[in-house]
Nanobody, 126 residues
Framework: QVQLAESGGGLVQAGGSLRLSCSAS????????MGWFRQAPGKEREFAAL????????YYADSVKGRFTVSRDDAETTVFLQMNSLRPEDTAVYYC???????????????????WGQGTQVTVSS
């Protein structure tokens, strides 16, 4: 069982920045691909970014590419999502999620992830 906890959400003006953190309470995440997903009111949960547990390679949705950066700390216990140039359409609850690595395949659907945090609200005002 992996327990995840997000932090760092809040209210920011358009064009501003926020940094989200996802902690696994000291547990190494090197055996997990870590994804960031978001869900706006009335919409389905969608992929935003992920970092591969084995390679450290990062992947982004087209809507956030060039503005968001996913990374992890050296101890591989915390994953970050740096969000720059925020837009009102980025407003959503942001979730981090973990998927245990069984192969080299990368998964972008929420349903493929095993463990989830409680989510943190990000609100971008215009």
């Amino acid at each position: 069982q992996v327990q995840l906890a997000e932090s760092g959400g809040g209210l920011v003006q358009a064009g501003g920045s926020l940094r989200l953190s996802c902690s696994a309470s000291g547990r190494s995440l090197s055996s997990y691909d870590m994804g960031w997903f978001r869900q706006a009111p009335g919409k389905e949960r969608e992929f935003a970014a992920l970092i591969s547990g084995k390679s450290g390679r990062t992947y982004y949705a087209d809507s956030v590419k060039g503005r968001f950066t996913v990374s992890r700390d050296d101890a591989e216990t915390t994953v970050f999502l740096q969000m720059n140039s925020l837009r009102p359409e980025d407003t959503a609850v942001y979730y981090c999620a973990a998927r245990r690595i069984y192969s080299i395949s990368i998964y972008f659907r929420a349903g493929d992830y095993d463990y989830w945090g409680q989510g943190t609200q990000v609100t971008v005002s215009s």
